[in-house]
């Protein structure tokens, strides 16, 4: 449980901590530190250098401005907790930060960790695809948006470039009449989910379903939309048999493994309930 | 709740802050890890990634060229001292490091001393070692079978079948179970599991070569014991009990996992011998959780025998013990399956037949008595779920079956049919007090009518009998030594006093608990009472703090040792007062004349007089020893009431309630009772729905670390509803029984009763522990409540 020996650099500055990304070629950022100091305890990630970005300044905010929720990479979990924005306009992004790890993780973990890291295990990326979120990246050439459905790539995989760091996410601002909800099933306080769903949805005057993202936690090799269960739902006015059959899709087009979670006909039968669950929390919040 | 002394004397049934807690609370706890000498080296350990394998070779070479590692200790190398082996508390042998074979997943292989910590890791990823993988035994039913490899042929074996144990009368059972009415069966699994305290083990090991005085700082709930083990296994090289000190710091937590001598121990304690130099080790999480001690690990067939009425006749157990490679355990050593055979339980019934097999396979050794006094937890939840079951058959309420079946409180002393004689209880007062504070009746309402709309809730009681405080010295010994315990108390001038024990605190509050003891019985204020444990040079031999032991056995000592210096201030105080000791009469905190309560003497003016002024012919000076050999064992007992609330969707279980009424006899301190009560009850709850080993078909661990084994936390613990009644211990001096375990054994089967209450109307008549929303899922799929997508 101890890493291996590595070089540690603490850059003041986004410029400076990409010039060094450039200068070592296959470093590692860290920022919150919670996915990845588990790795090099295990020895399971061997980096020789390390960047440390948590004292980069002007990387943590909450903010709407221009038609985006903008959330900064270095942004804690904790942070998303107590922001008044949050916890009033976003609730999907407030039922995942409390959900996550328990409260010193949050203390520390930021968001763009939970997304950069790639793993279908973390809440945020199934957020981010309900949200169609856009992840902004930061290399030697700039910024450059990506959305979020082209991010996640595969397994513990992403966009990112490795001379990028992640910096910003957009969230598209809160319209009238939408709500959202993230559930996930846990074995304790702490855990990764055994299935979570994300779901935001918009409805228009009709009561009818304008748009609807749905995201899946950790039942697929990487980050997953439940695009099949989106169709059923889209454009319909949302009724009983409606919202069961597509839970019944979102449980059928995930893809899990049988672990010490669960097995992979359990963790359906969960996408299924979580689906139905997350959809009604969804509706009934967007009034 | 008996209390006759003053709140500044604070005898027994005060409430009094922990006296511990001031430096615990400010961070100025002394753990192991805290203790750092001059010139200290470190240890780590290189562990097997196999269950099974031949060890072809070990190429330390790119370790040793790391600045910094000075040597890789190997089994070969401790070979030559003949210290490669070691023996077991239960007459078995395990291996310290390995020659040839590892055993099981984790096992140690080599050590690496190296000048630091992180370059002692450094090394331990250096070491290379080649294996010739072999295919594991995993199954200790397969174990058994004829083609299952031999594990220990060096124990001269030729299958895998450790020993027979059992008690009862065999042919009388089967002739009961044959006429009976009724017969119930399960099948049950107490799963493998851990004690995963905060803390884990360690040592730092201090030879000095020149005197050859070891000094071992070190993680142990039994310091004397450890000493005198050391000298026995050790002698051979030189160490001698007079030159060997043990001393047990402040402990984080041991709960059983803190009895046995780990490999590891004995590795630092030969790397200082062989280097001269102090040697520290400290176990991280997954060291501690894949390779110490495990508990329970009982497979049990169960079977009850009753009437039609279900007034029990006969009990039936048949277990197999899956001990790993070794038989590891910590019990007494006549007690092969522990104090199993309190299976019977609060019920009264003659006829009783309980069997035993312990079984090798390729795992971890061990079998410590996790918060529980040897083998208690198992038999109390087979008999507490087996009850249960018979209510099911014969559809009785279990509270009404357990009423009609217990033990009355006129039969005690009463002779269990597998031969103990409780000292005292009253069970259907505890019953009746939980019911009452839980409303048993109108949630056996609700549920009828949940049943009806469809909804599940459970109701789960767990009424048990624990067996505590080993133990009289007739049947109760550790390799040998007799299982007393012993208190030393000396008064100081000034009236204040130290009070130094053979038992050692982890966490229980000792130094309050035997301050208030001496407190009610010499009436000096329990804050002047020091209390000190676990330096071998200084306390009185002791066998040590475990199996709730510590107030039945070294808090009885302490009475004891207080009488006779009570008996010694009578004597001084008539001196003082020139009257006969006949014509004293004592209360808390003073002698005086009967009928002229004006002439007294406080024990602070005896005890002043004892070195200024003691009369002629007594030895001066305040101070006494005593060793406490129980009569018997103790019998703490509790009723316990769950409710359960089942999200049949997910599985979910949510604990709505949980009443847990205890009988601990005497009360020394309600706080801190509660306090053992609240923890206990949260480690009752752990294996009930969250923790177990789970090993694949290779012997692999699969959930090593915190990650996957699932210790819950204040967020998964309900809120506890906490009660007592008090029936005294009638032969311990204080009448008091011991509590730090009754909530550990009790509380699973109520949960798991809970749980298949919540399911019985669909059939179900048992689920092993620990009962999670997948367990439920897959049964209420199988029941045809949910469907699989």
New interface residues.
């Given amino acids: 449980m101890i890493p291996q020996s590595f070089q540690y650099e603490a850059p003041a500055t986004l410029a400076k901590a990409l010039s060094l990304l450039q200068q070592y070629g296959d470093a590692k950022i860290l920022s919150g530190g919670h996915s990845l100091i588990p790795m090099l305890k295990l020895r399971l990630a061997t980096p020789e250098h390390i960047i440390d970005i948590s004292g980069i300044k002007g990387l943590s905010y909450i903010k709407e401005q221009g038609g985006y929720l903008k959330i900064g990479a270095l942004t804690k979990e904790s942070d998303l907790e107590e922001s008044r924005t949050i916890r009033t306009r976003y609730p999907i992004l407030m039922d995942a930060a409390k959900m996550i790890a328990d409260p010193s993780v949050r203390n520390l973990a930021t968001i763009g960790g939970n997304l950069a890291h790639g793993d279908a295990a973390n809440d945020h990326p199934a957020v981010m695809l309900a949200l169609r979120a856009e992840i902004i990246a930061t290399g030697p050439n700039g910024k450059r948006n990506i959305p979020v459905d082209e991010f996640f790539l595969g397994f513990f995989t992403t966009a990112l470039q490795p001379d990028e760091i992640l910096t910003e996410i957009h969230i598209p601002v809160k319209k009238a009449k939408t709500g959202g909800a993230y559930l996930k099933l846990e074995r304790k306080v702490g855990d990764y989910a055994t299935a979570g769903v994300a779901v935001q949805l918009t409805k228009d005057d009709q009561g009818h379903i304008a748009q609807i993202g749905i995201g899946l936690t950790n039942v697929s090799a990487a980050p997953m939309r439940a695009s099949n269960a989106e169709a059923v739902l889209k454009g319909k006015s949302p009724t009983d048999e409606l919202i069961a059959k597509a839970a019944l899709a979102a449980a059928r087009e995930c893809d899990p493994n049988a672990d010490l979670r669960g097995t992979v006909e359990y963790k359906r039968a969960m996408v299924k309930t979580l689906t139905e669950r997350a959809v009604r929390l969804a509706l009934k919040r967007a009034k | 709740m008996f209390c006759n002394t003053s709140k500044e004397i604070s005898g027994l049934g005060h409430g009094m802050k922990r006296k511990e807690d001031a430096r615990f609370l400010q961070g100025k706890g002394n753990y192991i890890d805290d203790i750092k000498l001059p010139g200290m080296l470190y240890m780590d350990i290189v562990r097997s990634p196999y269950a099974y394998a031949k060890i072809v070779n070990i190429d330390a070479s790119k370790a040793l060229a790391i600045p910094g590692v000075l040597a890789v200790i190997t089994g070969r190398d401790l070979e030559k001292y003949k210290l490669h082996w070691m023996p077991t508390l239960m007459s078995d042998t395990q291996m310290v490091l390995p020659t040839d074979t590892v055993m099981y997943y984790a096992q140690e292989v080599c050590v690496v001393i190296a000048t630091e910590?992180?370059i002692a890791?450094?090394g331990v990823?250096a070491v290379e070692v080649e294996y010739e993988p072999m295919k594991a035994v995993v199954d200790p039913f397969k174990a058994l079978e004829k083609s299952a490899p031999v594990l220990r042929p060096d124990k001269g074996k030729t299958d895998n079948h450790i020993w027979h144990w059992e008690a009862g009368d065999r042919a009388a059972t089967d002739k009961a179970f044959e006429k009976a009415d009724v017969v119930v069966k399960e099948q049950m699994y107490i799963p493998r599991i851990h004690v995963a305290s905060i803390e884990t083990c360690g040592c730092v090991a201090d030879f000095q070569p020149v005197g050859g005085q070891l000094t071992l700082y070190m993680t142990t709930q039994a310091p004397h014991a450890i000493r005198t083990v050391l000298a026995l296994v050790a002698g051979h090289v030189g160490l001698s009990e007079e030159r060997i000190r043990v001393i047990s710091p402040d402990i984080g937590g041991g709960f059983g996992g803190k009895v046995p001598v780990y490999p590891g121990y004995v590795c630092a304690v030969a790397a200082s011998v062989l280097i001269g130099k102090p040697v520290k080790w400290i176990e991280?999480?997954?060291e501690n959780l894949q390779a110490d001690s495990f508990a329970r690990d009982y497979h049990i067939t169960c079977e009850l025998a009753a009437t039609k009425e279900g007034r029990i006749q006969a009990l039936r157990f048949k277990t197999i013990a899956d001990h790993g490679y070794a038989d590891a355990q910590a019990a007494p050593s006549k007690f092969p399956a522990g104090l199993f055979s309190i299976c019977t339980g609060s019920y009264d019934f003659n006829t009783a037949f309980t069997e035993m097999d312990a079984v090798y396979t390729n795992k971890a050794p061990g079998g410590v008595a996790y918060r529980c006094s040897f083998r208690v937890t198992e038999a109390v939840h087979a008999i507490e779920r087996m009850v249960d079951r018979l209510a099911l058959e014969v559809g009785k309420d279990p509270a009404k079956l357990r009423m009609e079946n217990f033990i009355k409180k006129d039969q005690f002393p009463y002779k269990s049919a597998l031969g103990w004689e409780y000292d005292s209880g009253d069970y259907h007062t505890a019953l009746k007090k939980a019911m009452d504070t839980i409303g048993y009746n109108k949630l056996r309402k609700e549920q009828a009518e949940k049943r009806k709309r469809g909804e599940l809730m459970g109701i789960g009681i767990s009424s048990f009998t624990e067996i505590v405080g080993a133990g009289p010295s007739r049947q109760f010994d550790i390799l040998g030594i007799k299982m007393f315990d012993s208190a030393e108390i000396r008064v100081h001038p000034t009236g204040k006093a130290i009070a130094r024990f053979g038992t050692k605190s982890q966490g229980q509050g000792h130094e309050t608990t035997y301050a208030q003891i001496i407190a009610q019985e010499l009436g000096i204020p329990a804050a002047h009472i020091e209390v000190e444990e676990g330096d071998t040079d200084t306390a009185p031999y002791g066998l040590g703090t475990y199996a709730s032991r510590s107030t039945p056995v070294g808090g009885a000592a302490a009475a004891m040792a207080a009488r006779k210096l009570r008996d010694k201030a009578r004597k001084i105080a008539a001196y003082l007062l020139e009257v006969s000791e006949e014509d004293l009469e004592w209360e808390p905190g003073k002698f005086f004349v009967k009928g002229a309560p004006e002439k007294a003497k406080t024990i602070q003016e005896i005890v002043f007089a004892a070195y200024t002024n003691h009369p002629p012919g007594m030895e001066a000076g305040f101070e006494a020893t005593h060793y406490y050999d129980p009569p018997n064992l103790t019998f703490p007992f509790g009723s316990y009431i769950c409710v359960v609330d089942i999200d049949k969707?997910?599985g979910?279980i949510k604990i709505r309630r949980f009443v847990a009424i205890d009988d601990c006899g005497n009360i020394i301190n309600p706080m801190i009772v509660q306090g053992q009560v609240h923890g206990g009850l949260t480690q009752g709850l752990a294996p009930a729905m969250?923790e177990e080993f789970?090993y694949d078909d290779d012997g692999n661990l699969?959930?090593g670390s915190f990650?996957?084994y699932?210790?819950?936390?204040a967020?998964?613990s309900p809120h506890w509803e906490t009660g007592h009644t008090i029936t005294p211990s009638p032969h311990h001096p204080i009448g008091a029984k011991g509590v730090g375990e009754s909530p550990t054994v009790g509380a699973p089967p109520a949960i798991a009763n809970a749980i298949v209450d919540a399911l019985s109307h669909l059939g179900v008549t048992h689920m092993d522990i620990p009962i999670?929303?997948?367990k439920v899922?897959?049964v209420l799929?199988e029941k045809g409540v949910?469907k699989?997508?």
């Fill in positions: 910590r992180y890791a450094d990823a991280d999480r997954m969707e997910t979910e969250y789970i699969l959930n990650m996957d699932l210790v819950p936390t967020v998964e999670t929303p997948q899922w897959k799929k949910v699989a997508v």
